[in-house]
């Protein structure tokens, strides 16, 4: 079970739905989604000063064999960014395939249609990411994902 709050991150090229479980918690909800752009990391900076998490957990988009795609390197560099702004917080990228899909399919079960999404999905996948990572955290009685390396400057 989680000691501290957990914050999860969905980053997408135009919307980054964020994620969150209060401590001693193992329930995802979501927060908000942030526009991406240039106000991006303060609003995350934010966001992470609020909740105060003791892990931020950011999907990394595998490919369905687990590779690495264009996608995989977007957010591992949006990730080591997060990592420059704010150090003292502890960023690991966990696997998120197929995480928009099942938020789409979850999202459609409780009644919005795919144009009523939109505004939400980019939460909703967040939810799906916290809450894979929450429970793989319970299974394996510690910190799960791979944790954001800075490279030597």
Do not use: C
């Amino acid at each position: 079970m989680a000691d501290g709050a957990r914050l999860g991150i969905d980053w997408g090229k135009a919307r980054i739905g964020v994620s969150a479980s209060n401590a001693g918690v193992s329930f995802a909800y979501p927060v908000e989604t942030v526009q991406a752009g240039p106000d991006e990391l303060r609003r995350l900076a934010a966001i992470v000063a609020e909740y105060e998490p003791e892990v931020v957990y950011v999907g990394l988009p595998l490919t369905l064999t687990g590779e690495r795609s264009f996608a995989a390197q977007f957010v591992m560099d949006k990730a080591a960014q997060l990592v420059r702004a704010l150090p003292a917080t502890r960023v690991m990228l966990v696997d998120e395939r197929l995480s928009t899909a099942s938020a789409s399919r979850s999202l459609g079960d409780a009644g919005r249609r795919a144009k009523q999404q939109r505004r939400v999905i980019d939460q909703a996948a967040a939810v799906e990411i916290l809450q894979r990572a929450l429970d793989a955290e319970e299974r394996a009685g510690h910190v799960v994902g791979e944790p954001v390396e800075l490279e030597a400057e």
